[in-house]
């Protein structure tokens, strides 16, 4: 046996070592492989469920129903009060008298919950538009409850013992004579885009987040841009290489890897608590994502200032030119691309934070649309995590809805900064 | 007046000392064609007059802005009767905001009597008074320091070299703005976690099992004294972090190795882009996906092969923070195999190891340190996440280590105290800002440690 040994030459303990080496090779080639598919994996499952639960909510159920203003229902004592007007009556006349059969109190009850108390107030509008309605008779597609919504979306089964669904068999049976009749149809649901947050999944949209995320990256930019690229220009150009430096470089280092709802924690003690400024509103909150997003624009800004070769700054120096001339004449319009690309990337990030906004009181039930910075208001990431921890079918359909538009925003403005980068940039 | 008009004239006023300036400048010299007689060109006469046009006025309107509120409110209450000021300080808010409330015609709670319909008017016009002198006096001081700036140049006026001390110093100031975020971090946690600890003993906190952070508000009440004690906590977070990283430490690192030395540069082009997209996704919406599609999906899953899964469990949260932090991950661990000098890689080729085994025996003991230095800043990242946890992970502070049980994390408890309405003095909203200390000073020291390392190395090799 070890004679054997002995007389095998190097060149043989390779050879027969190397099927255990080639094996492992590959092995460890595939380990590799299955690893960069799990996140690629993950992306595609990710997108197909979010496709597949929320394309379904930009599309809405609503039903043609006759609507009777009529002057005894609207303004009994002869003067029409709008306020106090009974709309929901008029609902309830409309949709009974599809069904003059149903003549129960219950089966009436039940009837009525068809469609959306929402009608009431599109109605009221209606009227206040224009007077002269009252009196007449007019057709009307009016959105139908988010459970009618989410049977003809298939959500609810109608095989499930009927004590589970939230619809009873009566209205089912109801809803499919809408149907059979064509009088419930589905169109593009443009509440989803004009409407403050509502109770009522059917009449929740995403304007008002919408609205408070566009006030909110107003302030970041207009805050952290200048400051950013200032710090960026003074760290680079200016600053003498001492430790008073090297404390301020690890400090943004170290902040841009702080958690973000320290931030909130920041902006509710300094803020809110100290300064006084009002809980909820799109300044604080874009104050707060501004801390946020300014290590992030400092160290893009200060890569793009290093991109440009001295050769520009001594020349300019040679003709004379003062150390912040220099800069200014010609090292920031060469880096000003890089910087907006900075900028554009932070803004993104600011976009898609939601946790320092629960501190600072941005996660309240707001059905207004904002209308300045200190109106009380969400913002778009807020609004999915208000929406996820609903309980009813049909919002999950709108967070995923809402998601959705979350991510295009988020893709053009990323993509805004690849083509920017692409176009501007400059091969020394 | 409205603030708007009063900062639009000291604009205007800005841009007209600009030009008197440049205008003097010349004029001193005798026109465009003398120009070398002035130390600087023109344009820096015009800006150094502008600026000190703008400097004094803005920065008294941002004081006069900031103390305009609070002097306002205290002469109104001055003006109450006796009786009013004799109020509880809670009754004194409760009245200062409704007198402020029927001021600018919001509702307000019970009725206005006569003493407070007196005092919302006075509110009014002291109001509309501050602003009246407030314009007189920012204008006026705007007007004054650009006459007394325009006085000042010569032709041998070094305005280029005013104009920039005064840049730089903005630029340092803009540059001091992160410090004095840091500091205000601290100072802000520091200072209220101080206050908690003035309630509930430090030790209580930090080596306490128990965590029910509720106060009373009737002595006798069940459950009356809260408990704080964070251990739960602690535990909680990091059993998520731990299934985090056993997720995305070995994925994103493999991935680093696969796409650095083995793909080719097609699927490379491909699944950089792809990885990219998964670190851009904002957490709210990971969150989202943990609690209704992977906790859901585990559930089923653990229910079909016996064991009790709870609804909100560590696993969920844990294995979707793992993926998100996966692109982290594998970015610094990209960088660190990177910087390892090829000739290394190609003397071990050379010698005829395989492709794996150098990657094995070469260059990820060459390349450790900076893979190290990437998982701290990666650990980190997982502390402090807030959005999964909150959505996907419970509420309840079970001391556990199966990853089946819902457990609780200091991030979510930040959230769920500080959420609401809440008195700034008691020990339950304090205790947020305590958790937050622990949770800032804990993230320091692993950036602090990970940067340096992932720095160091770095260097090592340049």
């Known amino acids: 046996m070890t004679d054997t040994i002995k007389s095998l030459s190097t060149h043989d303990k390779v050879l027969a070592g190397l099927g255990k080496r080639r094996r492992s090779e590959r092995n460890f080639r595939v380990f590799g492989l299955m690893a960069t598919a799990v996140g690629i994996i993950f992306l595609a499952v990710f997108f197909t469920t979010l496709v597949a639960n929320g394309s379904s909510a930009f599309m809405q159920t609503f039903v043609v129903l006759e609507f009777e203003f009529s002057e005894d229902a609207l303004a009994p004592s002869g003067q029409l009060d709008l306020e106090y007007a009974d709309f929901d009556g008029l609902v309830r006349n409309a949709i009974r008298r599809e069904f003059p059969e149903v003549t129960s109190r219950r089966d009436r009850r039940e009837l009525s919950k068809i469609v959306s108390v929402g009608a009431a107030y599109h109605l009221r509008d209606l009227l206040r538009k224009d007077h002269s309605l009252l009196g007449s008779h007019i057709q009307l597609a009016v959105p139908t409850s988010s459970n009618v919504d989410m049977l003809m979306k298939d959500n609810i089964s109608r095989t499930v013992d009927a004590a589970q669904r939230t619809l009873s068999d009566k209205q089912i049976a109801w809803v499919d004579e809408l149907v059979a009749s064509g009088k419930i149809h589905s169109k593009f649901n443009t509440a989803l885009f004009t409407n403050g947050d509502s109770r009522e999944p059917e009449l929740a949209g995403i304007r008002g987040a919408l609205v408070g995320s566009i006030y909110m990256l107003i302030v970041t930019i207009a805050i952290s841009f200048p400051i950013g690229a200032a710090a960026a220009i003074y760290l680079e150009e200016f600053a003498p290489k001492n430790r008073w430096a090297d404390l301020i470089e690890v400090n943004i280092n170290n902040l841009a890897a702080v958690p973000s709802i320290v931030f909130g924690l920041l902006a509710l003690a300094v803020f809110i608590n100290w300064m006084g400024l009002p809980r909820s509103a799109p300044l604080v909150g874009g104050l707060a994502l501004s801390l946020l997003t300014l290590p992030v624009i400092i160290i893009a800004s200060r890569a793009a200032i290093k991109s440009v070769p001295p050769s520009i700054r001594d020349a300019a120096l040679a003709l004379g030119a003062s150390r912040m001339q220099v800069v200014f004449h010609h090292v920031i319009p060469l880096a000003l691309p890089g910087m907006l690309t900075g900028a554009i990337i932070g803004m993104s990030r600011a976009l898609g934070e939601s946790a320092p906004l629960l501190m600072i009181g941005m996660v309240a039930f707001i059905v207004d649309v904002p209308g300045s910075f200190t109106d009380p208001s969400t913002a778009l990431p807020v609004q999915v995590y208000l929406w996820a921890d609903s309980p009813e079918r049909a919002f999950a359909e709108r967070t995923s809805a809402a998601i959705i538009v979350l991510l295009v925003f988020l893709l053009l403005m990323n993509l805004s900064a690849v083509i920017m980068r692409k176009r501007i940039e400059r091969k020394w | ?462």
């Not at chain 2, 703008?54 to 002097?71: G, I, K, N």
């Not at chain 2, 004054?144 to 000042?152: E, N, Q, Y």
């Not at chain 2, 509420?395 to 930040?414: D, G, M, S, Y």
Request: proline share 4%; net charge neutral.
């Open chain 2, 1 to 462: 007046m409205e603030l708007i008009t009063i900062i639009l004239a000291i604009v205007a006023l800005m841009l007209a000392s600009f030009f008197a300036g440049r205008a003097r400048s010349l004029r001193l010299v005798g026109g465009p064609r003398k120009i070398l007689r002035l130390h600087s060109l023109p344009g820096y006469y015009g800006y150094f007059t502008a600026l000190w046009c703008l400097l004094p006025a803005s920065l008294l309107v941002m004081v006069w802005v900031y103390l305009e509120p609070r002097v306002i409110v205290a002469l109104v209450m001055d003006g109450l009767p006796q009786a009013h000021q004799a109020l509880s300080e809670g009754e004194v808010n409760l009245l200062l905001g409704n007198i402020i409330n029927l001021a600018t015609g919001d509702a307000i709670s019970g009725n206005a009597d006569a003493i407070m319909q007196a005092a919302a008017e006075r509110f009014n016009q002291l109001t509309i008074d501050s602003r009246k002198i407030l314009a007189v006096f920012a204008i006026s001081v705007a007007a004054l320091s650009a006459i007394v700036s325009w006085r000042r140049i010569t032709p041998d006026f070094r305005a280029r070299n005013r104009v920039e001390q005064i840049i730089s110093a903005v630029l340092i100031l803009a540059s001091s703005i992160a410090i004095l975020t840091t500091i205000g971090i601290v100072l802000s946690v520091l200072f209220e976690a101080i206050r908690f600890f003035r309630e509930v003993s430090a030790i209580d906190f930090l080596f306490g099992l128990e965590w029910s952070p509720q106060t009373a508000i009737r002595s006798d009440q069940v459950g009356s004294s809260g408990s704080f004690g964070a251990v739960p906590l602690f535990t909680g977070t990091l059993l998520i972090t731990a299934i985090a990283m056993i997720v995305a430490v070995p994925v994103g690192l493999m991935t680093a190795i696969y796409l650095s030395e083995y793909s080719s540069s097609r699927i490379r082009a491909v699944a950089k882009p792809l990885l990219e997209v998964l670190a851009g996704i904002p957490t709210v919406v990971y969150g989202f996906f943990a609690a209704l599609t992977v906790a859901p999906a585990i559930r089923t899953m653990g229910e079909s092969l016996g064991f009790a899964v709870a609804s909100e469990s560590a696993l969920a949260a844990g294995l979707v923070m793992g993926i998100m932090i996966i692109p982290l991950v594998s970015s610094l661990s990209d960088d660190a195999i990177n910087a390892v000098p090829s000739a290394m890689r190609d003397g071990a080729l050379g010698l005829g190891s395989t492709l794996s085994e150098t990657i094995k025996m070469v260059i990820l003991p060459a390349a450790l340190p900076g893979i190290v230095g990437g998982i701290l800043l990666a650990v980190s990242r997982a502390i402090g996440e807030t959005m999964i946890v909150v959505m996907a992970a419970g509420l309840a502070a079970n001391l556990t280590a199966n990853p089946f049980e819902a457990v609780t994390t200091v991030t979510v408890q930040i959230v769920t105290l500080l959420i609401g309405d809440q008195e700034f003095d008691s020990a339950k909203t304090l205790a947020a800002f305590a958790l937050g200390l622990m949770l800032f000073v804990v993230t320091l020291a692993l950036n602090v440690l990970g940067i340096q390392v992932v720095r160091k190395y770095r260097e090592q090799y340049e």
